[in-house]
T-cell receptor, first 114, second 118 residues
């Protein structure tokens, strides 16, 4: 384990379902991120939370709703998704102001929308 | 626009050979950080090596080394004595400050799939 845990590992959901992805870190980091990874495309930053406050939303559709109750936990609530939302969703964490060390990632949730 | 380009979608080499993955980037920042991440089939994104732009000396981590050419905005990764466990997607990434924030954002390339053959 790397210190960033994501659940579930796989998720299949219908377009009318509501589900949530969970991310948890015990590294003492104070910034957390959601990324979307689609095949043959660069990772896309979705949301950034600093000290549990959202600071970035990269024009993500409202059917994705993030929640950060504290610096250790991050959720991504999903509802009425589209098939093109199928992708690997990666969570990451870091220490604010420490760009030199990059991010620590979880193993992702493979989401399939049917 | 700040971008990262990996021109090799896929590469394949024999075990024990040396392989070099290319990466170029575009930025107007003067101080920044560059990274190579590895993503094996387990999907976990693992940091391989990092380089601070203000350091002229190329970073080295065991069998992994970089060739950092700041003027050319080039950041290639060399893997020596390649092993079967090196098979993975490799991503080049550039770290830039986020506007209105004390945080940083990683800008990613599309990745290179590296296959090590026995």
């Amino acid at each position: 384990e790397t210190g960033v845990t994501q659940t579930p590992r796989h998720l299949v959901m219908g377009m009318t379902n509501k589900k949530s992805l969970k991310c948890e870190q015990h590294l003492g980091h104070n910034a957390m991120y959601w990324y979307k990874q689609s095949a043959k495309k660069p990772l896309e930053l979705m949301f950034v939370y600093n000290f549990k406050e959202q600071t970035e939303n990269n024009s993500v559709p409202s059917r994705f709703s993030p929640e950060c109750p504290n610096s250790s936990h991050l959720f991504l609530h999903l509802h009425t998704l589209q098939p093109e939302d199928s992708a690997l969703y990666l969570c990451a964490s870091s220490l604010l102001g420490t760009g030199a060390y990059g991010y620590t990632f979880g193993s992702g949730t493979r989401l399939t929308v049917v | 626009a700040q971008t990262v380009t990996q021109s090799q979608p896929e590469m394949s080499v024999q075990e024990a050979e040396t392989v070099t993955l290319s990466c170029t980037y575009d930025t107007s920042e003067s101080n920044y950080y560059l990274f190579w991440y590895k993503q094996p089939p387990s999907r976990q994104m693992i940091l391989v090596i990092r380089q601070e732009a203000y350091k002229q000396q190329n970073a080295t981590e065991n069998r992994f080394s970089v060739n950092f050419q700041k003027a050319a905005k080039s950041f290639s990764l060399k893997i020596s004595d390649s092993q079967l466990g090196d098979t993975a997607m490799y991503f080049c990434a550039f770290m830039k400050p986020l506007p209105m924030d004390s945080n940083y954002q990683l800008i990613w390339g599309a990745g290179t799939k590296l296959i090590i053959k026995p």
